[in-house]
């Protein structure tokens, strides 16, 4: 586990940007943030646990949703300051990443001088996070 977490140049926080890519279509379906205890926990239990900022703790993805992202492999950038987690995403909603209820976090488009969704939601928000 030491050579996968000091493998990692790790930013001034101890965090890394990690992205979440769909093992088959590879669709990015979210980015998110790891410290070392995530990713060390996303190793061992091969499942995307994160790094909220926002809360200040680790989020195993899906503990509130339902979508669990199962990871296939773990990849590392060239600078090795990215991971990046080859997933399929499973759960009540499979093919749901994003909180919004859409399959990625990556559903608008700059078109025209404004940004347009068009990726529709899946599922209703509000019945997935009560």
């Known amino acids: 586990m030491d050579t ?3 493998s990692i140049r790790w930013d001034a926080q101890g965090l890394v940007p990690a992205i979440a890519q769909e093992q088959g279509s590879n669709d990015v379906l979210m ?3 790891m ?3 995530a990713l060390a926990e996303t190793a061992r239990r091969g499942e995307a646990v994160y790094f909220s900022r926002s809360r200040g703790r680790l989020w195993h993805k899906g503990e ?3 979508h669990v992202q199962k990871v ?3 990849r590392l950038d060239c600078d090795a300051d990215v991971v990046l987690l080859k997933v399929t995403q499973l759960g009540h909603d499979p093919g749901i990443a994003c ?3 859409r399959h990625s976090c990556f559903f608008r488009v700059w078109n025209n001088g404004a940004w347009q969704a068009v990726d529709p ?10």
């Open 72 to 74: 296939h492999e773990i």
């Open 4 to 6: 996968l977490l000091d």
């Open 121 to 130: 939601v899946l599922k209703d928000p509000q019945s997935i996070y009560k």
């Open 99 to 101: 909180h919004t209820g």
């Open 31 to 33: 980015v998110a943030w």
């Open 64 to 66: 509130e949703s339902g």
């Open 35 to 37: 410290n070392r205890e």
